[in-house]
């Protein structure tokens, strides 16, 4: 979750190295008591850390939005602001900075709250000068070994091309754009809203985001809410406690708690129930919840990237969608733009798609024919590229050549399959009869499939049910 005090800008520390060639690590030290407090900034200076000093919270967070810190060690028991709540600050001002607390009343109960709050460690007053610079040292030790991770796997990514680095194949410039935000988007802690049609690549995106985030080591986590009943969309969010319901015979674990320390992707938001977008909401902005039928409070750190095919601003005016939940998902909106806004991706796609299936089939295929590709490129793609996945997956199938070819494609793009007939209405029909008239008629067109109706008219599926109930009042 991203706090509203967050600084726009946070660097990645790194850790020393024992060459010395990296930056100096930064450890921040808040000790109300004075003489403590020199004492341990001699201790770290001589270790060859860059030391922040600080006498209380207030002190500590200022220079936690100042400067980038790896370590902050925070005594547990001091006046105006505690050791935990200092600890709850900077994890929602910063991902990258690992906390130990300092007590001298070194309780179980205190030390569990403490770890469950985030914390790295706890060490209890009065400690060996070794047994802290130990704990410091394990703490870098893991800073340096994940920031190598990292630069490993960017420059794997980057030898192996942007298919590997993104997960999205495209170079046209509207992709170029809405990537670019992504990129910047990334490292932040800020909830992204992915807007666009069906098929656009929503998931790809909230993968790429997460993978260029600071949260990359991190579970992804997605759920598609609009593919879950209502019914039970509440507990597989945020977890069930025994007996909650009928057929809950164990404690079951929601997405949120799958999620911790890593990026939750809920796709299809704009079909939330008003009753879970109530829950979504409290969660957005405490980073609390309960189990369905527990008491009690969770608390979770997960980056929340959600999506939809909707326009969520409509929505919110036809009292459909929360307005503050929309406020808070839309901190970052990115729009991705359909398949027949990038068409100079589309032969990069298909040649992408056409070996990826050929392989998966044990297909020998040499390419697909100039007659077959300008029929792919002047296609519209209502389907975007989820429709172009599935075509060259049916062209490789039944290709009786090596080579795709314009035979080979479905009949709605060769122009062989017949036209479909538009809707009249009388002048002075009311809108209500052409609503419910255009929905009939889309579900003919879908076999009934209301989900895949309302994606078609850009509307939420309660809203299909919605409008036809009206007609039986």
Known sequence: MTAPDAPAEQRSPTAPSPSGGAPRATILVVDDDTANLASLVKIFEKLGLRVLPATNGSEALDLLRQSAVNVVLTDLMMPGMSGVELLKHTRALTAEAEVVIMTAYGTIERAVEAVREGAYDFITKPFRRAQIERVVTRVLEKQALLAENRALRAQLANAQGARTNSGIVGNAPALRKVMETARQAAPSQATVLLMGESGT?????????????????????????????ESIIEAELFGAERGAFTGATSTREGRFSRAHRGTLFLDEIGELSPHVQVKLLRVLQSGEFERVGGAQTIRVDCRIVAATNLDLAQQVKLGEF????????????????????????????????????????????????????????????????????????????????????????PETMTGSA?????????????LEEIERRVIRETLRYTGGDKRRAAQLLGIATRTIYRKLDEKDD
């Open 418 to 430: 017949p036209s479909q007939e538009g809707l009249t209405f009388a002048l002075g029909t009311p």
């Open 322 to 409: 929360r307005e503050d939940l929309y406020y808070r998902l839309n901190v970052i909106p990115i729009t991705l733009p359909p398949l027949r806004a990038r068409k100079e991706d589309i032969p990069l796609l298909a040649d992408h798609f056409l070996r990826e299936f050929a392989e998966k089939n044990g297909k020998a295929m040499d390419g697909i024919s100039r007659r077959a590709m300008d029929r792919l490129v002047d296609y519209s793609w209502p389907g975007n590229v989820r429709e172009l996945v599935n075509t060259m997956e049916r062209a490789v199938v039944l290709a009786r050549a090596d080579v795709i070819d314009e035979d080979d494609l």
């Open 201 to 229: 690549g929503k998931e790809l995106f909230a993968q790429a985001i997460h993978r260029m985030s600071s949260r990359a080591d991190g579970p992804f986590v997605a759920v598609n809410c609009g593919a879950l009943p």
